[in-house]
Nanobody, 124 residues
Framework: QVHLVESGGGLAQAGGSLRLSCAAS????????MGWFRQAPGKEQEFVAGIRRDGTGTRYSDSVKGRFTITRDNAKNTLTLQMNSLKPEDTAKYSCAATTGIGLPIASSNYNYWGQGTQVTVSS
């Protein structure tokens, strides 16, 4: 299995930027499709972005498209989420997830492994 640890969360002002990282250990990182999800208090978990095993394909939710960028470095076993033009509605706990499945699934049930999450708070 793969072990995932997120970092980089914190407090930002609206319009600002944050960069989240997810460090993977255990099984070969490049074997997994990776995704970022978020969950705000009182809301369901939401798909944010996903990236293919070799990094050549990505997928974003409409709410973050054009503002967030997902990348991966398979040599360093690291997944990142660059978040720009942050909005108060981006406030949530962000988690990275891994799947051995195919495609770029948006349903959390398709992901096998999860990190503990990191909190992002955007003030207006």
């Amino acid at each position: 299995q793969v072990h995932l640890v997120e970092s980089g969360g914190g407090l930002a002002q609206a319009g600002g930027s944050l960069r989240l990282s997810c460090a993977a250990s255990g099984r070969t990182f490049s074997n997994y499709v990776m995704g970022w999800f978020r969950q705000a208090p009182g809301k369901e978990q939401e798909f944010v972005a996903g990236i293919r095993r070799d990094g050549t394909g990505t997928r974003y939710s409409d709410s973050v498209k054009g503002r967030f960028t997902i990348t991966r470095d398979n040599a360093k076993n690291t997944l990142t989420l660059q978040m720009n033009s942050l909005k108060p509605e981006d406030t949530a706990k962000y988690s990275c997830a891994a799947t051995t499945g195919i495609g770029l699934p948006i349903a959390s049930s398709n992901y096998n492994y999860w990190g503990q999450g990191t909190q992002v708070t955007v003030s207006s």
